[in-house]
């Protein structure tokens, strides 16, 4: 079945030339998804902080969450993150700026505790996503018989037969000794072009940059029961990834194929949140959000060189490219309880379905590339479900304990894979079917007057089928994308 849907969406692309696009559903997902982050409270809750609120990162996933404040707060946020491995050159660890902000609380002085009693005012920054990722991977399953040069070689004859060169392509064939000569040319001009099975092929890669944002958020305190809230989001993204990838063919040859790719672009969003407590008498609350898709405008440009038997062969470098990139909405509801001033619980669900990811051109008009990628993506990605759980304890009024734990479910259908148009820039034949995500978090918070320190650790785990090419019978290679983040919050009430 996977055959017949492959050549059939390879298919639908020949003819609609994209020698100036190279997204797909797995950029979509990349740029759709979250890190848990922000102050060191919230992660070491497991951001479950959607009903109970009382934490300046709570803007960026519950806004009605700032309403809680009764007097300003102002918080700034550090941290290290350790993926375990280093690549490319790139360290294993990297030091971060995770999140600086502040809220201005209102009293509007009302005699009784009816009406609004508090409208807050916040501005707050944070690190949405953090693309530290290093892999190193001995490709299995090879067995003499799969190889890269098999799926090149398929595009060369596509390309060959439409006279249309995308940039793979026209990098690999051998063409009056212009092109990278990794295939073998089986007879005259327009002829089949083949590929080598491999002994054993390594292939390495890192990704960089992160996604930031900016929330400027408002709330307000209605009897203190109900609580409601808006922030309009602002995102700069900064991604950069870059791969290498060694093939040693059945014949002794070996070549190899680095690739860089980067996207820059920024976007914005609106969020909106409501926090009720049902009875007036208890403090048990629950929340509800909707997130606006991000409408993003982003810039792309890749490149890729090709060694063979260690002799420089060719390169390709292809200049800035502008899209549209649209995010689904997201949805989330969460539920919160405190007992005395001692203990609080919190739970929280979120749902985005990531296949009504949409891309389009700058101008807004969705070309025939562009819509049969978005078709691409329905039938790549699915909803995704995220599940938050987080506590906090003091044994004493200064000292805080806290913990969380998220489950992220897979963004992937369990057939995906990557599409490569014979006819565009892509120069990238990897893909990683990412599984779901689990997320460990503990940490402790320190109160002395009005100021105080918190401390966070969290530990995330995943594991993904890749494949450094496609070939529908060959199995893919078990990967991990483990890392672990320490941070610290410093911060002020006043």
């Not at 990704?207 to 609580?227: A, C, E, M, P």
Request: some cysteine; glycine content about 10%.
């Amino acid at each position: 079945m996977k055959t017949m849907n492959k050549y059939f969406l390879l298919t639908v692309l020949i003819g609609f030339a994209s020698a100036t696009y190279a997204q797909d559903s797995y950029d979509a997902q990349t740029f759709a998804n979250s890190d848990l982050n922000g102050t060191a409270r919230f992660v070491a809750m497991g951001g479950a902080l959607g009903a109970l609120g009382g934490d300046v990162g709570v803007m960026s996933t519950n806004p009605a969450g700032t309403a809680m404040y009764r007097s300003s707060d102002a918080a700034l946020s550090f941290s290290g993150l350790f993926s375990g491995k280093a690549a490319m050159g790139h360290d294993a660890s990297r030091m971060s700026f995770d999140q600086g902000g502040v809220l201005i609380a209102f009293d509007m002085d009302e005699p009784t505790n009816k009406g609004l009693q508090f409208v807050n005012f916040g501005v707050n920054y944070q690190k949405k996503r953090n693309f530290l990722f290093n892999q190193r991977t001995d490709v299995q399953h090879l067995n003499n018989t799969f190889s890269q040069t098999f799926q090149i070689a398929d595009l060369c004859n596509y390309a060959s037969a439409n006279d249309y060169w995308g940039t793979l392509a026209d990098m690999s064939a051998t063409d009056e000794g212009y092109h990278g000569t990794i295939l073998d040319e089986t007879g005259e001009s327009g002829a089949a072009y083949a590929g080598l099975p491999a002994q054993q092929a390594y292939f390495e890669k890192s990704t960089f940059g992160s996604n930031s944002q900016v929330d400027v958020n408002i709330s307000f305190n209605v009897s203190d029961q109900f609580f409601l809230g808006a922030s309009v989001g602002v995102y700069d993204i900064d991604y950069n990834r870059e791969s290498f990838y060694q093939e040693l063919g059945t014949d002794g040859n070996q070549y190899d194929f680095t690739n860089w790719y980067k996207t820059e672009g920024d976007g914005f969003d609106v969020k909106l949140g409501f926090i009720c407590r049902p009875i007036e008498e208890s403090p048990f609350r629950f929340g509800v959000t909707v997130h606006t898709p991000i409408w993003y405008r982003l810039t792309d440009a890749n490149g890729a060189d090709l060694y063979f038997n260690d002799s420089f062969m060719s390169s390709a470098s292809n200049a800035d490219y502008d899209y549209r990139f649209r995010t689904p909405w997201k949805f989330g509801f969460s539920l919160g309880h405190t007992i005395g001033q001692n203990f609080a619980i919190g739970a929280e669900y979120e749902y985005q379905d990531l296949s009504t990811s949409h891309y389009s051109e700058v101008d807004g008009y969705n070309s025939d590339y562009f819509r049969n990628m978005n078709k691409i993506t329905e039938k790549t990605l699915r909803g995704q479900h995220t599940l938050k759980v987080g506590m906090e304890f003091k044994p004493i009024e200064a000292l805080s304990l806290r913990a969380g734990y998220n489950f992220v479910s897979s963004p992937f259908k369990s057939d995906a894979y990557r599409i490569i148009g014979y006819d565009g820039c892509y120069t990238e034949t990897d893909y990683t079917n990412w599984g779901a995500i689990n997320r460990f978090s503990l940490g402790l918070g320190y109160r002395y007057k009005g100021g105080y320190v918190d401390l966070a650790w969290q530990y995330q785990a995943q594991k993904g089928d890749f494949y450094a090419f496609d070939d529908v019978d060959l199995k893919p290679t078990k990967i991990k994308a483990d890392r672990s983040q320490l941070m610290a919050t410093f911060g002020f009430r006043f």
